[in-house]
């Protein structure tokens, strides 16, 4: 069973420069660590190649982990997008518009 490999959560990705891009890596390395986070299929084949319990458990608790920082990557997505995306949204249907600090100084 192969699976692909997680994307890198710690490191930089020069690849984000706002807020959509950062919004898309965010989904992407909680997708990432989803696809870690169930696999009963790949449980079977540790158990099928005779891996002990202790170390099943082990795996079992990294599966566990994986959907916790899965669930959170997607909480911090969904946050960054509602905070922003609706201003960003304005700011190009008002391309006049001052800046942030402009419209929130008073």
Do not use: C, I
Request: glycine residues 8%.
């Amino acid at each position: 069973m192969t699976q692909s490999a997680p994307a890198q959560a710690g490191q930089s990705n020069s690849e984000v420069t706002g807020v959509r891009s950062l919004v898309k890596y965010l989904t992407d390395v909680a997708a990432a660590h989803a696809g870690h986070g169930h696999g009963e299929g790949f449980l079977g084949s540790l158990t099928g190649m005779e891996v002990g319990e202790p170390d099943l458990q082990l795996v079992r608790d990294a599966q566990e982990a994986s959907q916790n920082a899965a669930a959170a990557w997607a909480r911090a997505s969904a946050s960054v997008a509602a905070n922003n995306l609706p201003v960003a949204e304005q700011y190009s249907l008002n391309p006049q518009a001052a800046n942030k600090h402009a419209n929130t100084n008073e």
